[in-house]
């Protein structure tokens, strides 16, 4: 069973670009989160997707925003970048969200870059 | 603040022994909670998880106890490896909200030969 896909693995952005970034979920699994990763902060939560429609929101700018599509792959898009935006975004996936048994299996993660 | 805290940032174990990981919540209203391992430049890896309607729950080597009174939890790994070196992360959700994790700073486990 293949795990959770990030594309792209690595990306470097110039500040005030946007960029968007794609994961594929495992097969069979509806909820899609999204992860900030930084030295700083650690790991944070943006949003999570489920069935298409966003379900939970982080407490990050409204340049970060996300969306899902029927086949629950999502993508996270981040707009006007900044330096403070390099991070190691990570996508994670799970079937259930409601009760034990939910487990988030995560992909390897975007590295950007915003220089 | 943190909701979630791995108070201690590295740990170093011999081959063979016990490790140890805490990790301590604040936030009353966490029923789920989990343990991701983490190499770098790689996703988390999920290791185990407990419901707080559990005080234990063990797979393999990995022992995940909870204590709820004092919001505590901990996870053990006997016996340690080499391979085992690397951050942990707990982390812990409200599950009637879905699948927001909050998660600790990590700590580094180190295998000693």
């Known amino acids: 069973k293949a795990g959770v896909t990030q594309t792209p693995r690595y990306l470097i952005k110039t500040r005030g670009q946007q960029v968007t970034l794609s994961c594929s979920p495992i097969s069979g699994h509806r909820s899609v989160s999204w992860y900030q990763q930084t030295p700083g902060q650690g790991l944070q939560f943006l949003f999570e997707?489920?069935?298409?429609?966003?379900?939970n929101k982080g407490n990050f700018p409204g340049r970060f925003s996300g969306r899902q599509f029927s086949n629950s792959r999502s993508e996270m898009n981040v707009s006007t970048l900044e330096l403070g935006d390099s991070a190691l975004y990570l996508c994670?996936?799970?079937?259930?969200?409601?009760?034990?048994?939910?487990?988030?299996?995560f992909g390897q993660g975007t590295r950007l870059t915003v220089v | 603040d943190q909701q979630v805290k791995q108070n201690s940032p590295s740990l170093s174990v011999q081959e063979g022994r016990i490790s140890i990981l805490n990790c301590d919540y604040t936030?009353?209203?966490?029923?789920?909670f989990l343990w991701y391992k983490k190499y770098p430049a790689e996703g988390p890896t999920f290791l185990i998880s407990i419901s707080s309607i559990k005080d234990k729950n063990e797979d393999g080597r990995f022992t995940v106890f909870l204590n709820k009174s004092a919001k505590h939890l901990s996870l053990h790994i006997v016996p340690s490896q080499p391979g085992d070196s690397a951050v942990y992360f707990c982390?812990?959700?409200?599950?009637?909200?879905?699948?927001?994790?909050?998660f600790g700073p990590g700590t580094r486990l180190s295998v000693l030969p």
């Open positions: 982390a812990a959700t409200d599950l009637t909200l879905g699948q927001n994790f909050v």
């Open positions: 997707y489920f069935s298409e429609t966003q379900r």
């Open positions: 936030n009353s209203m966490f029923d789920y």
């Open positions: 994670a996936s799970s079937l259930e969200t409601r009760g034990p048994g939910t487990e988030a299996f």
